[in-house]
């Protein structure tokens, strides 16, 4: 026999207050017991929330003040015999700092907080931002916003702690090559031919250690020290042919890049490890051209991950 239940009310009971009795009573399947564990009974590197987003305020070199939407991901390590992780958690201990300006130490702090609440070994908080910067244009005398996609983050990992950001920039690469191909027929046919150019893309990764703050402005000038050739916001015709002089003046190829802004990283005291990876979205080929160079130990065991160079979208 089918036992009969009272019938169920479906209306939604606006005015129901929880009270710590009953709050105690609820079911917490993630905190149960290793025996409701599914699978293998092995530690989880990293469990947590991932694009949870949030306006957070940022200081700028010059003094000022930017609120940004960011988008935050925060994991924790998983011991074997342990079922789950609270994962609000995780945005609880961050909601209680974010209203603070911005810095590596309130990061960290963010991070003390969640990793003691979940009783975690290892843990990571990574935010992703677009960090507006104003340009000028080469000749017209315009200006305009140009963005720089910016990731931060504190990694805790076998009681070592890592501060580290990722900075992408995007830029145009003249070919060296056919450079010189377009010019030897211009020479010796007299055939008008131009050399081709692609939108091109770095991610510098690098680890924050000295006491002197890197600022996202700094890392702007630094790029464009190493390759000049910077995608343009607003642009009239004087601007267009300037930016031709300049890729001319400037061809480059994927193996010159890394080595460019290696170049420039090497000689920053504020620079400890890091990492360059650049694309080329080659217009000629329908491939891209890449090329990875690693500077320390901490981004040697990730310099093969064929994954590095599909995650750049210039």
Same mark, same amino acid.
């Given at each position: ?17 929880v009270d710590e009795e009953y709050r105690s009573a609820l079911p917490d399947l993630q905190n149960g017991p290793a025996s409701l564990i599914v699978g293998a009974r092995a530690p989880i590197q990293h469990v947590g929330i991932s694009n949870f987003r949030l306006p957070i305020r940022y200081q700028t070199r010059a003094g000022g003040e930017v609120a940004l939407e960011t988008s935050v991901t925060g994991t924790v390590s998983l ?69 720089? %996609? ?12 890592? /501060? @580290?950001?990722? =900075?992408?920039? $995007?830029? &145009? ?82 193996? %010159? ?12 005291? /504020? @620079?400890?490890? =890091?990492?360059? $990876?650049? &694309? ?35």
């Open positions: 026999m089918v036992p009969a239940y009272p019938a169920l009310i479906r209306d939604y009971d606006a005015g129901f207050r011991d074997a015999d342990r079922k789950g992780i609270n994962m609000s958690r995780i945005m609880r201990s961050f909601y209680g700092h974010s209203d603070h300006l911005f810095s590596l130490s309130v990061l960290e702090a963010a991070l003390d907080d969640y990793k003691a609440d979940l009783d975690a070994f290892d843990a990571r908080i990574q935010m992703r931002f677009s960090y507006p910067v104003r340009v000028d244009s080469l000749r017209s005398g315009l200006s305009g916003w140009q963005y720089y %996609d910016i990731a931060q983050e504190v990694i805790e990992r076998q009681g070592q702690r890592l /501060r @580290i950001m990722h =900075f992408d920039y $995007v830029y &145009s690469s003249t070919c060296p090559c056919s450079l010189e191909l377009s010019e030897h027929a211009r020479e010796s046919r007299s055939r008008l031919a131009t050399p081709h150019s692609q939108r091109s893309i770095a991610r510098i990764s690098l680890v924050m250690g000295g006491p002197e703050k890197i600022w996202f402005e700094d890392m702007v000038e630094l790029c464009r020290r190493a390759v000049p050739t910077e995608t343009q916001v607003m642009v009239k015709r004087e601007d267009e042919q300037a930016f031709a002089e300049l890729n001319a003046s400037n061809p480059i190829f994927v193996e %010159d890049a890394v080595r460019a802004f290696a170049k420039e990283l090497q000689g920053d005291p /504020r @620079i400890g490890d =890091f990492r360059v $990876v650049a &694309s080329h979205k080659e217009s000629l080929h329908s491939h891209d051209a890449v090329s990875l160079l690693v500077d320390g130990p901490t981004f040697a065991q990730s310099s093969l991950d064929p994954m590095t160079f599909e995650s750049l979208r210039a």
